[in-house]
């Protein structure tokens, strides 16, 4: 699922540009207290055309230190942040504990992610453990208005907007990082473009900086080059990693979102069906255990050994994809490898199977081999593609092999809760560490963290008692 | 799941006709292969208001005998119905087996169901093993106008439309029954109108019926009535009740739309959630194994011993709702009972517990005890409401309480075609049975069926073999 | 699992014999809380040769109105008592609710059971109730020589050892039956010897019976045929077909049996494993489900159109026994039919495939088609037999085909439990039943049974609680 | 599962020797081809007491290169390891696709590991790629005498019997490596106790080994406390935290020998029944699965927090052993801490509770703490002890808190075939490796090896195919 975090990367940014749009047309809902849904913002058909460069806007206190679509909407943000905070319950229980040693005062954070209710209780969070901080966004489209003026109704410095220009983009980092007496000590960022302003701008600031906490692939990935070319000098931690991180946004969410993802689109029935799985990671571990006990008839292509082995010793019969492809009715692909389904396959699939990636960016499924005249394409409804065989055939692609899960589906609050609990305590953890314990590289977050760090980790447990820390709302108290 | 059924009480008719018309307003797609989406209707914005009944139309055959909304539409609603054919194997497989034999060769079969891509299929299997037919809708708002207008141009008299009045309804009904030179011999019916209108204005015509055939509860419950009052003078069969469609419209279709009607009103996550199933009939061990699946922790409700006897060797938890009413993240009704859910069990229930109903009707839970003074509503999105303690407590309603499956899902096109293949052997029985075989009485489909018959059941296998008769897709020919 | 019922059939006798004897011989353990182990009898060495009938014992009350092996063992017997009302919860809990109304005082119980610690808590209970009991064992080999003593011990009288000649079995019934000054009045049987006595013998007495009990499939039958014949007399209650009983006796005990008898025999590992379940009746669903969950690839083969849509659509790919008897690792049986696994089919299985039998006697796999003498047969194990054919291909044959569940498995006391409640109630429905409501007939129990009857269904409910009743360990009171 | 590797600690030997003295009463079977059975052997009951040191024994071949209890056992043994090798078609397929290219050609392999079947079908697989072996017993016990005179009848030189003095035991190792003209360039051990005596012993020819492959915890430790105090001068592999060993001795092994265990000893049902499992690592998750698809209602005790959110999302109640320890049936530990289920706990359980443990050594359940004048033991059957309180309850405490799956299981063929496998890949890989590839360190085997290697991973698939290779019988050609 790294297609959010490459996004800034100019070769890949028009195609970008041009999922997102699709993405905002599907028809969403308003406000869920349980998902992000990154397109929605029910008051958006605003006529408002004016930039809010040009806006002068300030809030309730008076403070005009930020800069949102508009300020009025703060209101709807506010009940939308509230539904968040209930299904954000380890996050919750750490504002509660930690608040009252306040291990993140003094702590200067400046912060570069997507702008929604989930976001905003982050925030809300760092600030109710002793921080400043400044945000804008990592994405030119997902910023939901409302909740950026929530936050800036509360005093929180922001600076984004759903739809901003590139330059309106740097504009908005440049604004929470260039202020005239304060100067960041913490950097929380997805994707790594706020890291690189500073580090290209600022450099003086960024040898102050005391830790980056980076959550995207790709931010990691420059983190990483950075600290080999011997250039990071600020220790970082890499919360994309984290296996909370990567057990959620896998196997939990796709245990659930594959089923989701497919009904949306097709409304078929999964019970006795077959279908065939490439790949048995976590993608596969969660989309396999899904459609199993829904009934379905579930085989696995699978090249690594041990997931290989895994597959088989919980049940499944391990095939090549060329045996079956005649008789499934859903291919489904994650493996994160290229063209896993080809044409040679889609030419043999038989009639109406529905074809899907779960995996890897748009590349697991050869969508392009499917462009030729001879073939005829029917979008039947959206993200729903028939291609039509000269005989008739045909088969359901969905998304045009696009991610089913974020295409399709959404992604809930919990699954959000459990990176931004982990951002938080990255956060705490580098701003307290002593001298010395965090060198110039990057790290991934320690189980056990140090002493006198008010909740040590999202679900550990106080010392004395053998139950869990509430990671989920089984531990609310009632 | 008898909502439908009774639409046509008349106490009840304002009541559903609101439904109906919310359930018009929710975003659906346009065609789907998979399901059967009454609402859906993508050139029903046509400006057109003349009533078909004043029209002029006749189809490239140069037939006029049909009355449909637009019979150029045909060509949209005819792919439609190929689109279904994939999704109802054991009616393509009926067909294919039985039309060398024509079982039906001679029978004069008038119908009353919804008009829908499904229906469709049905009705020219029917053709296809000789019977003549007529139709007319069931129901005023569920047709779809373009399988309508297929039907008609392929020359099968349809009389129905989509947002018929009363009058309409009957009139349509009337000129299938109602035809110089043309005289039904065979009932197919659901709701039992056509049969009602039949034996009450042509009391003659009704005792040269060969046959009834009859789906729904209403329908069969009023057959029943018949029976008793000595008045039934034709045999009838009750497909209602067959286990096919038993297991089919309740576990096997809750199985999956309990986890697709919560997922696309809140995005929720199941996984670690707590949740409460009340009734362990075949509706909540649908439920329950689903959410179990999910990896939801679920409790039973159950007073009926048998039912709690197998939840608990199940694997759930039995329990009093008052017990763990505090602590769930869920409750869903399943018990076919009046108010499960008491006021009392809202008061307690946690913040943003949602609660929603899988059973009978709107019945399982108080919603009028919600509407009071003190208690705040708000409408989030379409079949979703927040009632607002004065606390601040907010629990999630569903639907009103009304059936989640029907009104936030939607039935598989492979659900419906369990029913249309029953609905077609019992026709083919009750018209090939030899005198005396059936009674004037009410009948369930019998497992073996009359020698001579081609197929005996839908899913029977050939005498030599020991393979079943094809289902589902597994065994669809490569 | 009938086989147990058929054994006094003439023709049979031998046959169940040598099986009988071959089962003695299992090593087994002596005193289990959770089974019944009919064979087992830790003080058994003895070598006291005197048949009983010919020993004067006493009581140590002084009665002498019984007769068992040795009265001595009673205090071995009684702690398996004790030990088996432990896993007994619904009969201890009905003891306890009825005692106060004593709804069998009155009642003179004559009974003909297998003499085990779980039939010693069911007489005991038929006691607290308020009846007097006289018992004979229906099999001449499974009698528990300490229970019977424990029996006799605290005052019943009990006629039965293991190990019983033809002439002692039936001397054992008459001695229940024909006593001075004592004439039953309901009887309870377990193969339908006990009634064929009286019927035959006192045909006076057996017309004064209120109600006969009787649990076994051949007794059962026996009932419908008197019944048929116009000859009964007196009300039969059928507990065979209870659904609790079917459900327990297949479903569940089957899925646990299964993986025991498998294991016990075999010490394979069942993950990854192929299997075909010929069968999806309630016994072949629990082996599925059961060897689904141990992470075996299950395949079913099923004739029955309903059952093969349920496989279907829990997930099992369906197929012909043909289709994939080369590349199964294991056969398992459970269709009631013959010849399902024949000598063609034994031909082709793969090197160290393993073939057993959970359905019907013994008749299910060919086992006399191996009989030839190009094949070898070596005894590796009790109960386990390699076949080995001439190019050194082995198949391994369990219980020589006979069923696997009975032979290299046990039955779980509560398994046993659930049957003892039903006969219970089934007693205490009969014998206070008014009169008129049951005829000369056979009837099943009934859901909710006579006003007045204090526990009206093992697992029922007080009236005002929607918590069932205990059937279960969930609901023992801490 | 570390016991056995602590077998040769001074301190501990009385105690496992005890251990191992109570395992072989268990009443085994005496071939199975799909298990380890260490203390089965079928001709053992000879009265012959000459040591096998004191014996003149030739093979066929006329060799007397070897030490057993009796070469004439030979047959027997043969047949055991043929049917070991139906159940390890891993290592199967890599004798087939390595032998033509012999890469262990030149090998000199000596080795000290359990001798049993399963290590014969390795011993021939080592030398079908080319090796020379010769072998020793890392146990004294734990020799089955038929296959050690199998091997030694083939051309082994085998030193190992059953019941070895301590003298012996170093004698065999002895044999095995002080050989004229002979010189081992690689080990193969368990325990580590080869491996010590050459370091001690043999300095010299220590330092010419070219590797040492380790596969118990004890035998791994002792490696890396060598190779930290600079002593290690041969590089090792560390078998026993491969993953498919982690897997496979726990996961998977665990997820059936825990029903098997708990059936073996008790005979209870599990459905309906409620569980606590005390910890959720591999051998927790393996057990809470089994659980829960027999229909126990399962809890979990977790401390470490990702453990406790994986418990939470598979759907277990997580909660402290105190909320629950009156009403659960069963009590399982797999921590791996000590005192986990303590005198407390133990007073608080009900009535005919069961206590065992699955995790480490004898320490979870403080059964020292039972040992107490008030309570009495009853042995009731091997391996399962009642503990009865003074007011009457008891507790059925199984094999004395030492391993379920040790005291009460099997260890399946296929289990141990895939440690097999990994040992000889570690051997092939070391062997081949080019020079200065690994250091004097210890290392976990690679998932890719060194070019040439024939088969680089015993799961692993050739470059062209999509299709793993053969790692269980899936893939067994027809």
């Known amino acids: ?82 539904i968040a905070e209930q299904e954000m319950p380890a996050l919750m229980a750490l504002r509660k504990r930690a ?39 990592c994405n ?14 509360s005093g929180f410095p922001v600076f984004a907007w759903k739809g901003e220009s590139e330059d309106d983009f740097w504009w908005c980092i440049d604004r929470c990082v260039n202020v005239e007496g304060w100067q960041p000590n913490m950097i929380l960022d997805d994707g790594g473009d706020l890291t690189h302003w500073i580090y290209k701008k600022y450099p003086n600031m960024f040898k102050k900086i005391k830790g980056i ?17 011997g250039k990071l000098c600020v220790p970082a931690m890499n919360v994309n990693d984290s296996v909370t ?18 009904k949306r689109t097709t409304d078929m029935m999964f019970g006795g069906k077959q279908v065939v799985v490439c790949g048995y990671g976590e993608v596969g571990k969660g989309c396999c255990a899904a459609l199993k006990a829904m009934g379905s008839i579930v085989y696995v292509t699978e090249i690594d050994p041990i997931c290989a082995l895994q597959a088989c010793m919980d049940g499944f019969r391990l095939v090549k994809l060329n045996e079956v492809i005649r008789q499934v009715d ?24 529905i074809v899907c990636n779960m995996g890897h960016s748009n590349t ?14 029917e979008r039947v409804r959206s993200q729903v593609d028939h291609v039509i ?24 609050t919990f699954v959000l809760s459990i990176t931004a609990t982990t951002q938080a305590l990255a956060l705490i953890e580098l701003y307290n560490a002593p001298e010395g314990r965090y060198k110039q590289d990057v790290y991934l977050l320690p189980k056990k963290m140090g002493k006198g760090i008010p909740s040590p980790w999202p679900y550990a447990r106080p010392q004395e008692s053998s139950l869990p820390f509430p990671c989920c709302s089984q531990w609310t108290p009632l």
Chains 1, 2, 3, 4 share one sequence.
Request: proline share 4%.
């Open 213 to 229: 906490v980076e959550e995207s692939v790709t931010g990691v990935h420059r983190l990483y080059q950075l600290s080999k070319a």
């Open 99 to 137: 608040q009252g040693e306040k291990p993140l005062a003094g702590a200067k954070i400046v912060g570069c992610t997507h702008i929604t209710a989930q976001t905003a209780v982050l925030m809300e969070t760092l600030g109710a453990l002793g921080a400043q901080c400044r945000w804008a966004a």
């Open 364 to 377: 697991e499924i050869d969508v392009a081999s499917l462009r030729t005249p001879e073939l005829t394409w």
């Open 140 to 153: 030119i489209y997902s910023t939901l208005n409302e909740v950026a003026a929530a936050l800036a109704e």
């Open 245 to 262: 991180k990567q057990k959620f946004d896998n196997l939990y969410c796709c245990r659930e979102s594959i089923l989701d993802g497919l």
């Open 1 to 82: 699922p790294e297609v959010v975090d490459s996004r800034r990367k100019r070769s890949q940014l028009k195609k970008d540009m041009e999922w997102h749009l699709k993405m905002l047309l599907l028809p969403r809902r308003n406000v869920s207290p349980f998902s992000h849904s990154p397109a929605a913002s029910y008051t958006d058909s605003s006529d408002d055309e004016t930039s809010p460069r040009d806006k002068q806007q300030k809030n309730s206190k008076g403070s005009s230190d930020f800069c949102v679509k508009n300020i009025k909407q703060a209101e709807f943000g506010r009940r939308e942040i509230e």
């Open 389 to 412: 065989w000269p005989d008739g055939k045909r088969i359901v692609l969905l998304a045009e092999g696009r991610l089913l899960n974020l295409s399709c589906s959404t992604v809930p």
């Open 330 to 353: 859903i291919v489904i692909t994650c493996t994160g490898n290229k063209n896993v389904v080809t044409r040679e396959h889609l030419d043999r699939m038989k009639n109406s199977c």
